[in-house]
């Protein structure tokens, strides 16, 4: 039996480096190729090395598709095409094409401008790699060979997210990436069709979390972020440059606006602006409230928010500062985190999740001493909050999308082992599927049953309801259908049999079976016959029983005949015969006449 095996190199019960292997109908895909936050060794990026030993991914991959333009799922691209070596067709959607290379290199920048790493890619290998990309619209179905063909659907999340369904001959899988089943501010909902995949890849991040109305955690945003300021304190909010930043600046624009307020509100990052001119670019993509306000103003554009210097965060008084990255594991966020964990006045909010090794994480789990770069330690004083705006499904959204799209089989990535395991209990339970939730490395294999199509002549579907003498047969039940399956240019047609030789230009043969039964029975052959015929009316009498002039009975096709054996006068042999449309029939009289007659 044919089957579909996957094998997360990344993401495999842990959040970040994703990287999921897909073999399908003999295709090879890699599905998205991302690094690890918490990491600044090897382990930053997926391990390549399973695919192949040594030489270029190019020949052991056929396509690599990227869901969004978030580092965890795109951060070792470069990495990948470029110095391990793949010169396949790399896809992904119009914003995650124009958005990824700006945040490669701003990573790029971090890691080796400012850390000074070597074995990185350089921007000259950003830009090579980004000619390899071939831009997807939604909807729209994409033949990347004869054989495969891959089809984006909207997964809110981030502008220009995207699940990708994924399909070889008859089979077929849904990879989601991360996305969104609520609509927030400034995108809508994840949507995909009932396609019925054989297996359903699905992010986990919030597994067990059913998150609580959203706008109690937006007036419980507001209300920590008023309080901080009122008492003269400093409130930093750690964001990524694209997604969460802009929902959590319209809240507070707005806010701003209504109350009145006064105290100053920075985005740190030049990436703002970049950002604001793509979610212009790509207006279609955010939602209808966004796309209807455009007309008379941009929504992205802030009367009460202003770009950040450095040299601010030393500004007496309030402010509220959002500052990139969203985990506190470099840049800008980390340092004014620096600066203010010593002040109880002040406030940092996580909106976000926050990889293990990460500062964020570490402060999110209450550590108040933090061992910080050169052996310092810093004493964190200012209060910790943590509040999910973060854009990814919960619970309740998985189980919507299942719905949704009514998978045969149920794979789980990017969440950590525990709260997988949970979920992994529920699906079961609800949708009677399997569900699988490999580690990174460990492959799964699912065997699929592939179903054939195969089309009917209009005759041969007139004749069965002229023999089932009813209406057409229920669409939905089984129903066996006697005829002659032709094949042309891979596709199947079921034929009379007449209509089969009429177009092969062949002739008709009969075949027919013929059994022999001993039977005792003293009287003569045709008193014998007479019996047989009398005792298969009382017994058989929905079928056409004739006791012919030739000395033989016949039951539709099928015919008897009686002859006397040459050694015992007293035994009679019976010869059955009949054409293979009786055959059920024919076997059931033969062992029927076994049993002998009725005296």
């Not at 790699?129 to 997964?155: F, G, R, S």
């Not at 955690?217 to 901080?228: I, M, N, P």
């Not at 013929?514 to 298969?536: A, G, K």
């Not at 024919?586 to 002998?596: A, F, M, N, Q, T």
């Amino acid at each position: 039996m044919p089957e579909i095996k996957v094998t997360p190199l990344g993401a495999g019960q842990d959040v970040g480096r994703s990287c999921i292997l897909v073999s399908i109908g003999g295709k090879n895909i890699m599905l998205d190729c991302g690094m690890h936050m918490g990491y600044n060794d090897d382990r930053r990026f997926p391990d390549f090395s399973y695919i192949t030993q040594n030489g270029r991914l190019t020949d052991f991959l056929d396509c690599v598709i990227i869901s969004h333009f978030h580092l965890d799922h795109c951060g070792a691209l470069p990495y990948m095409s470029e110095m391990v070596g793949y010169d396949g067709p790399i896809y992904m959607t119009h914003p995650t094409k124009a958005i990824c290379p700006i945040l490669l290199e701003d990573f790029r920048k971090i890691t080796v401008d400012k850390k000074g790493e070597t074995n990185f890619f350089t921007s000259q290998m950003i830009k090579d790699c980004m000619k390899k990309v071939i831009p997807l619209n939604l909807h729209q179905t994409v033949q990347v060979d004869d054989e495969l063909e891959i089809k984006a659907y909207y997964a809110g999340h981030v502008l220009g997210a995207a699940m990708v369904h994924i399909k070889v001959g008859s089979e077929s899988v849904v990879y989601t990436g991360d996305y969104n089943m609520t609509p927030d501010r400034h995108l809508g909902a994840a949507w995909i069709d009932k396609c019925r995949p054989d297996i359903l890849i699905s992010e986990s991040t919030y597994a067990t979390t059913i998150r609580d109305s959203k706008r109690c955690r937006e007036r419980d945003f507001l209300k920590k972020v008023h309080e901080t300021i009122e008492r003269g304190g400093k409130v930093l909010i750690p964001v990524f440059a694209l997604g969460r930043a802009q929902e959590l600046c319209i809240l507070l624009e707005t806010f701003w606006e209504r109350m009145n307020l006064k105290a100053p509100i920075y985005f740190s990052t030049g990436l703002t602006e970049k950002a604001n001119h793509y979610y212009k670019l790509f207006i279609t993509w955010t939602n209808q409230k966004i796309r209807k306000t455009f007309v008379q103003r941009n929504m992205f554009e802030f009367k009460h928010i202003k770009a950040f210097d450095r040299s601010y965060a030393d500004n007496p008084g309030p402010m509220v500062v959002f500052a990139t990255p969203g985990m506190l594991h470099a840049g800008q966020s980390l340092q004014i985190f620096k600066k203010w964990a010593g002040n109880d006045k002040n406030m940092v909010i996580m909106p976000g999740y926050c990889v293990q090794g990460t500062i964020g994480h570490k402060i999110l789990n209450g550590q108040r001493k933090l061992e910080m770069e050169g052996r310092s330690t810093l004493d964190v004083k200012l209060q910790v909050e943590y509040m999910s705006f973060s854009a990814h499904a919960d619970a309740k959204g998985i189980m919507q999308l299942i719905r949704m799209a009514e998978p045969r089989n149920m794979l789980l990535v990017h969440g950590e082992a525990a709260k997988m395991e949970f979920l992994k209990g529920k699906i079961e339970q609800e949708f009677s599927i399997d569900c699988y939730m490999p580690a990174n490395g460990e492959t799964v294999a699912v065997t699929t049953n592939p179903s054939v199509p195969v089309d009917i002549s209009l005759n041969l579907l007139k004749r069965e309801m002229a023999l089932g003498g009813g209406p057409l047969p229920d669409p939905k039940k089984p129903r066996t259908m006697h005829g002659t399956l032709i094949m042309k240019e891979n596709s199947l047609k079921l034929v009379s049999s007449e209509q089969a030789l009429k177009e092969l230009g062949l002739n008709e043969h009969q075949l027919r079976f013929t059994c022999r039964v001993q039977l005792q029975d003293p009287h003569s052959d045709s008193d014998t016959l007479h019996r047989i015929y009398t005792h298969l009316k009382s017994v058989l009498k929905d079928y056409t029983i004739q006791h012919l002039p030739d000395g033989t009975v016949m039951v539709e096709s099928i015919v008897i005949k009686v002859s006397s054996s040459a050694e015992d006068a007293n035994a009679k042999v019976l010869l059955l015969s009949w054409s293979y449309q009786d055959e059920d029939l024919g076997s059931y009289l033969s062992s029927l006449l076994k049993k002998g007659l009725p005296t």
